[in-house]
C-alpha cells in the first residue's frame, strides 16, 4: 500500500493536483512514525527533493499547543526550489481543539506542493473536521485478507471500465455465502491498494461482519457495493 501513495503522489504532482493529506492509523504508533519517516525518505529521493524540505514535527509534551503548530505550518505556504516538500505531523491525536482548527485552512487547501503525512493510534480524539479533510489510510487491516486473482482481476476490470464480467458473475451465478465475502474482501484490498472510495471500505468491513453473523443477505450487500463503485 505505501508504494501505491508514492505512485499516487507523484501522479498528482505532475498534474499539479492538489494533495490531500494522509492520515496513517495504527495503535503501535512508535512502528507509524518510524513507517512513515521511511516513506518520506523514499519519496523524497524518487522525486529528488533535498532532505531538508522534509519537515518533521514532534512534540514531546502532552498537548500539541497552536502557536507551535501555526509556525510549523507557516512552510506550506512558501513556495520550495524542489517539485514538492513533505510534512510529518506525528500524534495529531494530541492536538488541542484551538490547534486542530488552526489546521483546517491548510488541510483543506494546501498548495499542490505540499505532501502531509499526519499520524495518530486512532480516529478517537481527532476532529471530524480533520478527518473529512483527509485521505484515512488505516494499517491496522492491511494484509489482514489473502487475494484471489479471479475476484480481483473482476473488479479491476469492471473499476477500470474494461468489461461487465464482475455484474454479470454477481447478477447471474449461484454464489455461496463465502463467495460473497471473498469478493468483498477483495474489494477492500482493491480500494486500498489504489486508494480510491476510501470512505468505503470501513462500510464493507461492517457488512462482510453482518453477513457472517447471517443477519444481512449477502448478494444484497454486494450487489449494493457493485453499483456504488459505479455511481461514485
Do not use: G, H
Amino acid at each position: 500500500m505505501l508504494n501505491n501513495i508514492i505512485q499516487l503522489i507523484t501522479e498528482k504532482l505532475e498534474t499539479k493536483e492538489e494533495i490531500s493529506p494522509f492520515l496513517f492509523l495504527w495503535t503501535q504508533i512508535d512502528k507509524v512514525n518510524t513507517d512513515i519517516l521511511n516513506l518520506s525518505l523514499e519519496l523524497c529521493e524518487k522525486l529528488w527533493i533535498n532532505k531538508n524540505f522534509l519537515f518533521k514535527f514532534e512534540n514531546p509534551e502532552w498537548k500539541i499547543k497552536v502557536k507551535d503548530i501555526k509556525q510549523f505550518l507557516e512552510k506550506v505556504f512558501v513556495t520550495p526550489t524542489f517539485k514538492a516538500q513533505v510534512f510529518i505531523i506525528e500524534n495529531i491525536s494530541k492536538m488541542t481543539e484551538e490547534s486542530a482548527n488552526s489546521c483546517l485552512k491548510v488541510f483543506e487547501e494546501p498548495p499542490f506542493w505540499n505532501i502531509i503525512f499526519l499520524t495518530s493510534e486512532s480516529e478517537s480524539s481527532i476532529l471530524d473536521t480533520i478527518l473529512s479533510r483527509c485521505t484515512i489510510i488505516n494499517l491496522k487491516q492491511e494484509n489482514i485478507f489473502e487475494i484471489n486473482q479471479l475476484y480481483y482481476s473482476m473488479i479491476d476490470d469492471y473499476i477500470r471500465n474494461i468489461n461487465y464480467d464482475l455484474a454479470s458473475y454477481v447478477f447471474k451465478e449461484k454464489l455461496e455465502k463465502e463467495n460473497y465475502i471473498n469478493l468483498l474482501k477483495n474489494l477492500i484490498i482493491y480500494l486500498k491498494e489504489k486508494l480510491i472510495f476510501l470512505d468505503l471500505v470501513e462500510q464493507i468491513n461492517e457488512d462482510i461482519n453482518w453477513i457472517q453473523k447471517n443477519n444481512l443477505l449477502p448478494k444484497y450487500v454486494v450487489d449494493k457495493y457493485i453499483i456504488k463503485i459505479k455511481s461514485y
